[in-house]
């Protein structure tokens, strides 16, 4: 996971040459920095994911005949999960991190495929990779404006929308602890790429789900301010603050380290980030809510969440499960 490797450099490559050009382009990046992919959207020929953000909605037209996009999970047993929490709790005993973001592919079925999911599911943005995943998330990675204002809103604590559980979440010790944690390390990390970094919305609700049983997560927003020339160095700035810190936890190297220890495999996409140039702002997200087509054709649902040295596993492994969900404009969560 390096940004020195000769795939990073040519992916942060390509992008600063088009952002010199001021040329419009979408991006992805893996959790593992092992699959770059850029676009070049002045390109009649692009061939692009199909993407939905703010400020570019979906302008194709939905196929028709699609089926609701309902799942059956088989999920993890909870023996499985809670060897893996014990290796990332070691890790966290010794002090090799103060936080860790543990996730897991949970084997799903589904009677409808990933181009039906993207199209009927409800998110801030959408993006679908065609045989590869489709991804509805909630957060965003970073946004930097035409001024240069760069901006990071993490996301960390995830409960259900009723007053009792808003209470719950906003007074946990544990959830007070790794948010800090988070909103530390963006900080440190925008501030290699950017000047006056200042932290200017502290913890507050964020709702992530359109039903009456919806989920809502605390979130932050800090932001700085970049040089001139930031379209020209585009590309090496986002590879300087990836991975994500909201995804693999604090400090990095080490907290990767234990990842790789306590996880079943590579993440791929999941957990990397995607991203629109339009000639004059960025905005990416981190690539959360994620569903990937395996090459046998199988189903998994990735989810996770942040490990410290309060949080109790079965806590953790019932999150890990109830984020199990498809948020859809039909107005309701898919069916587990």
């Not at 002045?42 to 061939?47: E, G």
């Not at 040089?227 to 090496?236: L, S």
């Amino acid at each position: 996971m390096s940004a020195n490797s000769p795939q990073v450099r040519q992916w942060a490559e390509q992008l600063n040459e088009l952002g010199r050009q001021e040329k419009p382009c979408f991006f992805l990046m893996d959790f593992e920095q092992q699959q770059p992919r850029v676009w070049d959207l002045s390109q009649a020929d692009a061939n692009h994911p199909l993407f939905d953000f703010p400020g570019h909605p979906e302008t194709r037209l939905p196929p028709t005949g699609m089926l609701p996009p309902k799942l059956v999970a088989d999920h993890i047993p909870p023996e499985v999960f809670h060897q893996a929490f014990q290796v990332v709790q070691s890790g966290l005993q010794r002090g090799d991190s103060f936080l860790t973001n543990l996730t897991f592919p949970t084997p799903i079925s589904m009677a409808t495929s990933l181009e039906d999911v993207y199209w009927q599911s409800e998110a801030k943005y959408r993006i679908l990779l065609p045989n590869n995943f489709v991804c509805f998330s909630p957060e965003t990675f970073v946004t930097i404006n035409a001024t240069g204002y760069i901006e990071s809103r993490p996301m960390k604590g995830t409960t259900l929308d009723t007053p009792t559980a808003r209470a719950a979440l906003l007074h946990s010790a544990k959830e007070i602890a790794e948010h800090a944690t988070i909103v530390d390390l963006i900080r440190n990390d925008l501030s290699q790429v950017a000047r006056r970094v200042r932290v200017t919305n502290y913890r507050y609700f964020h709702k992530i789900a359109t039903s009456n049983r919806g989920l809502v997560q605390t979130s932050s927003k800090i932001g700085g301010y970049l040089p001139a020339n930031w379209k020209t160095r585009m590309g090496t700035m986002l590879a300087t603050l990836l991975p994500a810190g909201s995804v693999s936890g604090a400090p990095k190297p080490a907290t990767l380290d234990i990842i790789r220890r306590a996880e079943t495999g590579p993440r791929g996409y999941y957990c990397g980030i995607g991203g629109y140039f339009d000639g004059s702002t960025v905005d990416t997200c981190v690539l959360i809510r994620f569903i990937e087509k395996t090459q046998e054709g199988n189903y998994l649902f990735r989810s996770g969440g942040g490990i410290t040295a309060r949080s109790i596993w079965g806590e953790e492994y019932a999150e890990l499960r109830a984020k199990i969900r498809i948020p859809s404009n039909l107005g309701s969560f898919s069916l587990l």
